[in-house]
């Protein structure tokens, strides 16, 4: 079940005695955990009825047993054990002795007063498990949203909030973020102390109050050059100098942006959806949406031209063949015409 129907049965008051959490999404992982807490522990219990392992250094066992053990004073408690890596693949560098099947054992007569909920950093599940087949219904996904889901969700951030975005705002706020939603729910906050309830967050307010990252930045002003507005691009080069930013990594960052873009590029004409090419490439589906617009401008042996004269670049301005500064103005400056 997805993580909403899974709160909307919780709200409702059907509570299944474990869940499965797993995914890279954290910041809607630790939003419906508290939603889960608000929700089943009343606030003046919090301290006895809620109980957190870290299952990298804590057995199974010492969770079941917790589950098994009375609550002290409330009338149901909630576990969290996150690590719970024997549900993936992956090898466990903490080498307990876990023991699944003790899960299983439990789960045959579950404690009618604990919720436990078990989490783990992994984009899936190992299926082949019997442990995962067995608690399949109470697997929740907490993956990174498509594009439009993740403007949705910052369009419905802004409305509980009581202020709105005017077209194109939403976006160049996603952008930049690089869609990270803890980074996002930070800036949104900020958004709405300055223009208060009932305020319009326009370009211009992003522009002026939102943080970005070198990494942001070099993915704006590639961004800015291949639609040509090669004023605002220079602006941020300038910035990034001004700033110290030693022009070998940014060199660097623009080549992984192409690198980037070439992989969109050749995986999108393979068939691959934008979902798919975030999983396959390890990025932010909201990066793979901006990169496929991006690779419209460019035909594949372009691409890989660019990356080769940025190979030269980074050799020349190592050995010092060229001004690094000079040198990176003049590369923007071709690649722009």
Not at 26 to 50: H, S
């Amino acid at each position: 079940m997805d993580y909403k129907t899974a709160a909307r049965e919780i709200g409702k008051g059907n509570v299944s005695p474990v869940y499965v959490c797993y995914g890279s999404e954290t910041y809607l992982l630790r939003e419906f955990i508290g939603f889960a807490t608000q929700k089943l522990i009343e606030p003046e219990y919090a301290d006895f009825a809620v109980s957190k392992y870290d299952l990298a250094e804590t057995p199974l066992d010492a969770v079941l047993e917790d589950a098994r053990t009375l609550p002290f004073m409330a009338a149901r408690k909630l576990i969290v054990a996150e690590n719970a890596v024997f549900f993936t693949g992956a090898k466990d560098s903490a080498k307990l002795d876990h023991q699944p099947e003790r899960l299983l054992e439990y789960m045959k007569s579950p404690s009618d007063f604990s919720v436990i909920i078990f989490t783990v950093e992994a984009d899936k599940l190992d299926e082949r498990k019997k442990i995962v087949k067995s608690l399949k219904d109470v697997t929740v996904p907490f993956l990174p949203m498509t594009a439009e889901g993740l403007l949705n969700w910052v369009v419905r951030q802004a409305e509980r909030r009581s202020f709105s975005f005017a077209e194109g705002a939403a976006d160049q706020l996603i952008l930049y973020t690089g869609g990270a939603l803890q980074t996002l729910a930070v800036e949104i906050e900020k958004l709405s102390l300055f223009v208060g309830p009932g305020g319009v967050v326009t370009g211009d307010i992003v522009e002026r109050l939102v943080t970005r990252s070198t990494e942001q930045n070099v993915f704006i002003l590639i961004d800015d050059i291949v639609r040509l507005r090669l004023q605002r691009a220079f602006a941020i080069l300038h910035e990034l100098l001004k700033q110290r930013e030693e022009p070998v990594k940014i060199v660097l960052l623009i080549a992984r942006q192409f690198r980037i873009v070439l992989q969109v590029k050749t995986l999108s004409r393979l068939g691959f959806s934008h979902q798919q090419i975030a999983s396959q490439l390890g990025l932010h589906p909201y990066a793979v949406k901006v990169a496929a617009e991006q690779a419209q401008k460019y035909a594949e042996d372009e691409l890989e031209r660019i990356l080769d004269r940025l190979a030269e670049l980074d050799y020349e301005l190592k050995t010092g063949k060229v001004d690094k500064v000079l040198g990176l103005e003049l590369f923007l400056m071709r690649l722009a015409s």
